[in-house]
């Protein structure tokens, strides 16, 4: 039984306990939140202690999820780290790569499992087109893509500030940024324009990017807060074929030379987010492969009881971060930015 201290209790944070409190080898022993009736409100429904600070918290706990704003993370994880604890963080990493960095070094001097949670590493079909892009099939990378708009008023949350959350960019296309990176590599070069479209917000509410990757391909993220119509796109074009989500929900697959056809997803996930194909049958199928349904928070905990790496470092954190500033910057400039080393 893995024993778990929440921090944070806003919206992700109960979103989290909702999904961790599903989980048989789980146990959220305390919650905690700056704002006291928050705390209080999702300790009564879990059957948990809540705290106001979180040091007192972290003597209730083996492993801690962090699901704070990023400004005020490097402390809480300074702290965690030095009593052991291990801990989940959600994106982004931080708001600068100094506090990055400081982040990086205190996992890695502490020894701590430490994951972030871009969760479209584990969600489809962002999870099967990754994999099957990994498994060659498609070829070469051509271009991919991400198109999701997401109803949201920041006038009512800290996402109103640009300072307090990196603007649409960082604080929801970093989800994108990170599966664009795991498809295409490293980022080289990026060009973008941002808006912001409604009165007292101050942050960046739509944001459009192109990308081009050190390895070659191009990379394109559009994303918005702002929704006049529902809109969700995403896409792999290789040099030996494409996928795509059409706007009926299902996912297309063609390859050169063969006819266009719906792709069996329950089939396809026995290709994992790394791209490992399962034990083939004999007439080539893919059978299954372990752990094929894994939620980010069952991956997480199966990392801590297992002794286990898991995805998404925060040195992956790190690069998705650079790569985000370098589009805001060149959302501010009208110009081409390199992403520096």
């Not at 918290?57 to 780290?81: F, G, H, M, N, Y």
């Amino acid at each position: 039984m893995v024993e778990v201290g929440l921090i944070g209790c806003g919206g992700i944070g109960n979103h989290h306990a909702k999904m961790l409190s599903k989980m048989p080898n789980v146990k959220i022993t305390a919650v905690c939140d700056i704002i006291e009736d928050k705390a209080t409100k999702l300790a009564e429904k879990l059957g948990c202690e809540s705290f106001t600070h979180f040091r007192p918290l972290l003597d209730k706990c083996q492993a801690v999820w962090l699901c704070t704003p990023p400004s005020v993370r490097l402390e809480i994880i300074a702290e965690a780290a030095k009593a052991g604890k291990d801990i989940f963080c959600e994106k982004p990493i931080a708001l600068n790569l100094e506090e990055a960095g400081d982040i990086i070094r205190v996992v890695k001097e502490s020894g701590i499992k430490f994951m972030l949670g871009y969760v479209l590493r584990f969600t489809q079909p962002f999870k099967v087109m990754r994999g099957t892009y990994a498994s060659g099939e498609l070829g070469k990378l051509v271009n991919c893509w991400t198109r999701r708009y997401m109803a949201m008023d920041p006038r009512l949350t800290w996402h109103k500030d640009q300072d307090a959350c990196g603007g649409v960019a960082l604080d929801f296309g970093s989800h994108d940024i990170d599966w664009l990176m795991t498809v295409g590599g490293k980022v080289k070069t990026v060009f973008a324009q941002a808006a912001r479209v409604r009165e007292g917000v101050n942050s960046d509410e739509h944001s459009q990017s192109m990308l081009v990757f050190a390895d070659g391909g191009m990379g394109n993220c559009d994303i918005s807060w702002w929704e006049s119509v529902r809109e969700s796109s995403v896409g792999i074009v290789g040099t030996a074929g494409s996928m795509a989500v059409g706007r009926d929900g299902k996912v297309y697959k063609k390859l050169l030379d063969k006819d266009e056809e719906v792709l069996d997803v329950e089939a396809s996930l026995s290709i994992d987010p790394q791209g490992n194909q399962g034990k083939q049958s004999d007439d080539g199928a893919v059978e299954e492969v372990e752990h094929r349904e894994e939620t980010i928070q069952e991956h997480f905990i199966r990392c801590v009881e297992n002794d286990l790496r898991p995805q998404i470092t925060a040195e992956e954190g790190k690069e998705v971060l650079k790569t985000v500033m370098a589009i805001n910057e060149s959302a501010r400039s009208g110009a081409s930015v390199n992403v520096s080393d």
